[in-house]
T-cell receptor, first 113, second 113 residues
Framework: GQQLNQSPQSMFIQEGEDVSMNCTSS?????WLWYKQEPGEGPVLLIA?????ELTSNGRLTAQFGITRKDSFLNISASIPSDVGIYFC?????????????FGKGTKLSVKP | DGGITQSPKYLFRKEGQNVTLSCEQN?????MYWYRQDPGQGLRLIYY???????QKGDIAEGYSVSREKKESFPLTVTSAQKNPTAFYLC????????????FGDGTRLSIL
Protein backbone atom coordinates (compact mmCIF):
# COMPACT_ATOMS: atom_id res chain seq x y z
CA GLY A 1 0.00 0.00 0.00
CA GLN A 2 0.92 3.66 -0.06
CA GLN A 3 3.47 4.81 2.49
CA LEU A 4 4.80 8.16 3.58
CA ASN A 5 8.37 8.66 4.74
CA GLN A 6 8.56 11.52 7.20
CA SER A 7 11.86 12.93 8.43
CA PRO A 8 13.45 13.61 10.73
CA GLN A 9 11.92 11.34 13.40
CA SER A 10 12.83 13.82 16.12
CA MET A 11 14.44 17.22 16.53
CA PHE A 12 15.96 18.96 19.53
CA ILE A 13 16.41 22.66 18.91
CA GLN A 14 17.04 25.89 20.72
CA GLU A 15 14.29 28.48 21.03
CA GLY A 16 14.51 30.92 18.15
CA GLU A 17 15.88 28.43 15.64
CA ASP A 18 14.12 27.58 12.40
CA VAL A 19 12.80 24.05 11.82
CA SER A 20 12.31 22.07 8.64
CA MET A 21 10.69 18.67 8.17
CA ASN A 22 9.48 16.81 5.12
CA CYS A 23 7.49 13.93 3.78
CA THR A 24 8.03 11.89 0.66
CA SER A 25 5.92 9.27 -1.03
CA SER A 26 6.32 6.74 -3.80
CA UNK A 27 2.81 7.66 -4.96
CA UNK A 28 1.11 10.83 -6.06
CA UNK A 29 -1.28 12.62 -3.71
CA UNK A 30 -3.96 15.18 -4.55
CA UNK A 31 -3.77 16.86 -1.15
CA TRP A 32 -1.13 17.22 1.54
CA LEU A 33 -2.03 18.04 5.12
CA TRP A 34 0.11 18.94 8.11
CA TYR A 35 -1.12 18.30 11.65
CA LYS A 36 0.30 19.00 15.11
CA GLN A 37 -0.43 16.74 18.07
CA GLU A 38 0.25 17.62 21.70
CA PRO A 39 0.43 14.93 24.41
CA GLY A 40 -2.92 13.35 25.22
CA GLU A 41 -4.78 15.29 22.54
CA GLY A 42 -5.94 14.74 18.99
CA PRO A 43 -4.07 16.12 15.97
CA VAL A 44 -4.94 19.67 14.97
CA LEU A 45 -4.83 20.74 11.34
CA LEU A 46 -2.13 23.33 10.66
CA ILE A 47 -2.01 23.69 6.90
CA ALA A 48 -3.78 22.09 3.94
CA UNK A 49 -2.26 22.08 0.46
CA UNK A 50 -4.39 21.34 -2.60
CA UNK A 51 -2.29 22.19 -5.66
CA UNK A 52 1.12 21.02 -6.84
CA UNK A 53 3.66 23.77 -6.24
CA GLU A 54 1.42 25.55 -3.74
CA LEU A 55 3.17 27.42 -0.93
CA THR A 56 1.01 28.32 2.05
CA SER A 57 1.77 30.12 5.29
CA ASN A 58 0.02 30.13 8.64
CA GLY A 59 1.81 32.56 10.95
CA ARG A 60 5.34 31.24 11.49
CA LEU A 61 4.52 28.04 9.61
CA THR A 62 5.09 27.58 5.90
CA ALA A 63 4.34 24.45 3.91
CA GLN A 64 4.76 23.53 0.27
CA PHE A 65 3.15 20.93 -1.97
CA GLY A 66 5.96 19.49 -4.12
CA ILE A 67 5.73 19.97 -7.85
CA THR A 68 5.92 16.21 -8.44
CA ARG A 69 2.98 15.73 -5.99
CA LYS A 70 5.09 13.15 -4.16
CA ASP A 71 6.48 15.34 -1.41
CA SER A 72 5.82 18.20 0.97
CA PHE A 73 7.76 20.17 3.54
CA LEU A 74 6.87 22.17 6.63
CA ASN A 75 9.03 24.97 7.98
CA ILE A 76 8.65 26.68 11.35
CA SER A 77 10.47 29.95 11.78
CA ALA A 78 11.76 31.38 15.06
CA SER A 79 10.60 28.42 17.18
CA ILE A 80 9.09 28.98 20.62
CA PRO A 81 8.50 26.52 23.51
CA SER A 82 4.82 26.04 22.62
CA ASP A 83 5.85 24.59 19.25
CA VAL A 84 6.69 21.37 21.12
CA GLY A 85 4.70 18.41 19.89
CA ILE A 86 4.53 15.80 17.17
CA TYR A 87 4.01 16.99 13.63
CA PHE A 88 2.37 14.64 11.16
CA CYS A 89 2.11 14.89 7.43
CA UNK A 90 -0.78 13.19 5.69
CA UNK A 91 -1.54 12.56 2.06
CA UNK A 92 -4.97 12.28 0.58
CA UNK A 93 -5.81 10.69 -2.73
CA UNK A 94 -9.40 10.92 -3.83
CA UNK A 95 -8.84 8.56 -6.73
CA UNK A 96 -9.51 5.28 -5.01
CA UNK A 97 -9.15 5.68 -1.26
CA UNK A 98 -12.53 7.22 -0.48
CA UNK A 99 -10.89 10.26 1.07
CA UNK A 100 -8.76 8.25 3.46
CA UNK A 101 -5.57 9.79 4.75
CA UNK A 102 -2.16 8.13 4.70
CA PHE A 103 -0.07 9.38 7.64
CA GLY A 104 3.63 9.74 8.15
CA LYS A 105 5.03 8.47 11.46
CA GLY A 106 5.56 11.97 12.78
CA THR A 107 8.39 14.33 13.71
CA LYS A 108 8.75 14.91 17.44
CA LEU A 109 9.88 18.47 18.11
CA SER A 110 11.52 19.51 21.37
CA VAL A 111 12.39 23.17 21.97
CA LYS A 112 14.87 24.21 24.64
CA PRO A 113 14.14 27.66 26.10
CA ASP B 1 -19.26 25.07 19.80
CA GLY B 2 -19.00 22.73 16.83
CA GLY B 3 -16.63 19.85 17.17
CA ILE B 4 -15.92 16.19 17.71
CA THR B 5 -16.42 14.75 21.17
CA GLN B 6 -14.85 11.47 22.24
CA SER B 7 -15.65 9.78 25.52
CA PRO B 8 -14.45 8.61 27.87
CA LYS B 9 -10.99 10.17 27.97
CA TYR B 10 -9.57 7.09 29.75
CA LEU B 11 -10.93 3.55 29.65
CA PHE B 12 -9.82 0.30 31.22
CA ARG B 13 -10.69 -3.12 29.87
CA LYS B 14 -10.73 -6.38 31.73
CA GLU B 15 -9.74 -9.67 30.14
CA GLY B 16 -12.49 -11.01 27.86
CA GLN B 17 -14.52 -7.81 28.00
CA ASN B 18 -15.90 -5.76 25.14
CA VAL B 19 -15.71 -1.99 25.53
CA THR B 20 -17.29 0.78 23.46
CA LEU B 21 -15.71 4.14 22.69
CA SER B 22 -18.03 7.00 21.86
CA CYS B 23 -17.56 9.55 19.07
CA GLU B 24 -20.10 12.31 18.43
CA GLN B 25 -19.83 15.23 16.00
CA ASN B 26 -22.06 18.24 15.46
CA UNK B 27 -20.27 19.47 12.35
CA UNK B 28 -22.78 17.87 9.99
CA UNK B 29 -19.92 15.91 8.44
CA UNK B 30 -20.74 12.96 6.23
CA UNK B 31 -17.62 10.85 6.75
CA MET B 32 -16.27 9.56 10.05
CA TYR B 33 -13.14 7.60 10.87
CA TRP B 34 -11.51 5.63 13.68
CA TYR B 35 -7.73 5.46 14.06
CA ARG B 36 -5.43 3.66 16.43
CA GLN B 37 -2.19 5.33 17.55
CA ASP B 38 0.67 3.48 19.21
CA PRO B 39 3.79 5.22 20.61
CA GLY B 40 6.17 6.30 17.88
CA GLN B 41 3.73 5.27 15.18
CA GLY B 42 1.57 7.12 12.75
CA LEU B 43 -2.18 6.75 12.77
CA ARG B 44 -3.60 3.50 11.47
CA LEU B 45 -7.13 3.33 10.10
CA ILE B 46 -9.50 0.89 11.82
CA TYR B 47 -12.89 1.63 10.21
CA TYR B 48 -14.51 4.43 8.28
CA UNK B 49 -18.00 5.42 7.26
CA UNK B 50 -18.98 7.62 4.33
CA UNK B 51 -22.71 7.60 5.04
CA UNK B 52 -25.26 6.48 7.61
CA UNK B 53 -25.76 2.71 7.83
CA UNK B 54 -22.64 2.01 5.84
CA UNK B 55 -19.04 1.48 6.93
CA GLN B 56 -15.85 -0.07 5.60
CA LYS B 57 -12.88 -1.84 7.13
CA GLY B 58 -9.61 0.01 7.29
CA ASP B 59 -6.13 -1.45 7.56
CA ILE B 60 -6.46 -2.99 11.05
CA ALA B 61 -10.15 -3.84 11.53
CA GLU B 62 -9.69 -7.26 13.16
CA GLY B 63 -10.97 -7.30 16.74
CA TYR B 64 -13.03 -4.12 16.29
CA SER B 65 -16.60 -3.36 15.28
CA VAL B 66 -18.53 -0.16 14.51
CA SER B 67 -22.01 1.09 13.75
CA ARG B 68 -23.33 4.21 12.04
CA GLU B 69 -27.02 4.51 12.88
CA LYS B 70 -26.94 8.30 13.02
CA LYS B 71 -24.93 10.85 11.08
CA GLU B 72 -23.60 12.38 14.28
CA SER B 73 -22.42 9.18 15.95
CA PHE B 74 -19.83 6.50 15.11
CA PRO B 75 -19.12 4.30 18.16
CA LEU B 76 -16.22 1.84 18.14
CA THR B 77 -16.35 -1.45 20.04
CA VAL B 78 -13.07 -3.06 21.01
CA THR B 79 -13.92 -6.74 21.31
CA SER B 80 -12.25 -9.45 23.35
CA ALA B 81 -10.80 -10.72 20.06
CA GLN B 82 -8.47 -7.72 19.99
CA LYS B 83 -5.54 -9.15 21.95
CA ASN B 84 -3.49 -5.98 22.12
CA PRO B 85 -6.01 -3.20 22.69
CA THR B 86 -3.81 -0.82 24.68
CA ALA B 87 -3.50 2.30 22.52
CA PHE B 88 -4.74 5.84 21.95
CA TYR B 89 -7.89 5.84 19.81
CA LEU B 90 -8.76 8.83 17.67
CA CYS B 91 -12.02 9.62 15.92
CA UNK B 92 -12.15 12.01 12.98
CA UNK B 93 -14.76 13.40 10.64
CA UNK B 94 -14.75 15.13 7.28
CA UNK B 95 -17.15 16.99 5.06
CA UNK B 96 -17.38 14.73 2.03
CA UNK B 97 -17.97 17.59 -0.37
CA UNK B 98 -14.94 19.19 -1.92
CA UNK B 99 -11.40 19.03 -0.69
CA UNK B 100 -11.97 18.95 3.05
CA UNK B 101 -9.42 17.78 5.59
CA UNK B 102 -10.22 15.45 8.45
CA UNK B 103 -10.74 16.96 11.89
CA PHE B 104 -10.01 14.99 15.04
CA GLY B 105 -11.43 14.50 18.51
CA ASP B 106 -9.22 14.52 21.59
CA GLY B 107 -8.90 10.77 21.81
CA THR B 108 -9.57 7.94 24.24
CA ARG B 109 -6.73 6.12 25.94
CA LEU B 110 -7.57 2.44 26.43
CA SER B 111 -5.59 0.27 28.83
CA ILE B 112 -5.85 -3.33 29.99
CA LEU B 113 -6.46 -4.02 33.68
Amino acid sequence: GQQLNQSPQSMFIQEGEDVSMNCTSSSIFNTWLWYKQEPGEGPVLLIALYKAGELTSNGRLTAQFGITRKDSFLNISASIPSDVGIYFCAGLNYGGSQGNLIFGKGTKLSVKP
Amino acid sequence: DGGITQSPKYLFRKEGQNVTLSCEQNLNHDAMYWYRQDPGQGLRLIYYSQIVNDFQKGDIAEGYSVSREKKESFPLTVTSAQKNPTAFYLCASRNDRGLQAQHFGDGTRLSIL
